[in-house]
């Protein structure tokens, strides 16, 4: 995002970071700003492996023709020493109308030359993962802004917690959003519309609506979801996954990092915050019990009964009474 606020036409950028999104945006930024400079500017690409000393020395050469050149190494963790060396020589004694970009996957590969680079004074990029949901929110914000729109902090963090922390996703979700809202404004009416059609997310949207202790949203949830379409299995999968999650983390050592929580449980890291919400109000001996209603419910649904709304609406009052006893 720094790509979107400071100039990125200098003699060499380097990204830094596994984020592959914003380190595309990145190398796009330099490349639109050479071709606003010079609209024939020349850009071209290579991997760290492809490239050699000779090669490099042939792109950084002054051009007789003072034509803007671009020259994107992707993985440079993997250049030569003698490449290594050459770019760190052209990061001090830089050429006109030359623009070079270093994309590094971040790691510990090549950990010398990036240092080597950042004392030369090169300009860094961060393209790290963003896992935080505090930082996907100020993402989703930022992409509605940069589109045209608005959004609260309360229907970006509902599409967050509706798409994941996937910042393609976020991205696209957050274009879309700000292309379709009334007067640029997404609110989070207009985020729950746009994610109807999908059939996972009803189906979460009613377990967390359950677990939160909030049953009336629940029912409705499940009512709109059921006669939209959503298979009442989906719905079973959705609660019975949630309360488990409820109960694995209510059981889980204290003093234990969120990153090392979010892996034994098998979810993001930013999720964490948000279960440990939901769990407030809840015991064990409760949670238990509302596992086993969901359970009756899921044999009652897959042995046929006639009544799918009336077995799951069944569970999330069983489950609302677990949760408040």
């Known amino acids: 995002m720094a790509a979107r606020t400071v100039d990125p036409l200098v003699p ?17 930024a330099v490349v639109r700003a050479a071709r606003r400079a010079q609209p024939d500017a020349d850009v071209s690409e290579v ?27 992707h993985d440079v963790q993997n250049v030569p020493d003698a490449v290594g060396d050459a770019l760190v020589a052209f990061a001090h004694e830089p050429v006109d109308d030359m623009y070079l970009v270093l994309v590094h996957p971040g790691g510990v590969k090549a950990k010398k030359l990036l240092e080597r680079l950042r004392k030369a004074g090169v300009h860094e990029v961060k393209a790290e993962r963003l896992t935080k949901a505090d930082d996907q929110v100020s993402f989703v914000r930022s992409e509605v802004h940069h589109a045209g729109g608005r959004i609260d902090e309360a229907a970006a963090r509902q599409l967050v917690e509706a ?106 890291p930013w999720k964490i915050r948000i279960l440990r919400g939901q769990l407030r109000g809840w015991t064990p001996a409760g949670l238990a019990r509302a596992i086993r209603a969901v359970a009756s419910a899921d044999l009652a649904v897959k042995g046929g009964v006639n009544d799918s709304t009336h077995a799951l609406t069944t569970a999330l009052v069983r489950i609302d009474e677990a949760r408040s006893g």
Do not use: C, N
């Open 12 to 28: 060499v950028t380097l990204v830094v970071g596994p984020e592959t999104l914003l380190a595309e945006r990145a190398v796009a």
């Open 47 to 73: 991997t760290g492996s492809e490239m050699t000393a000779g090669g490099l020395a042939e792109h950084t050469s002054p051009s007789l023709f003072a034509t803007a050149r671009v020259l994107v190494i």
């Open 163 to 268: 798409v994941g922390g996937d910042l393609r996703t976020l991205a696209s979700a957050a274009s879309q959003l700000a292309s379709d809202a009334p007067s640029g404004v997404v609110d989070q009416q207009l985020v729950g519309t746009y994610f109807e059609g999908r059939a996972d997310v009803k189906g979460w949207v009613v377990a967390d609506r359950a677990v939160e202790g909030k049953t009336g949203a629940a029912i409705e949830e499940l009512r709109w979801a059921l006669q939209t379409g959503t298979d009442p299995v989906l719905v079973i999968g959705a609660l019975a996954t949630a309360l488990r999650t409820l109960a694995r983390l209510s059981g889980a050592p204290r003093g234990v990092r969120d990153a090392d929580l979010a892996r034994d449980l098998g979810v993001p």
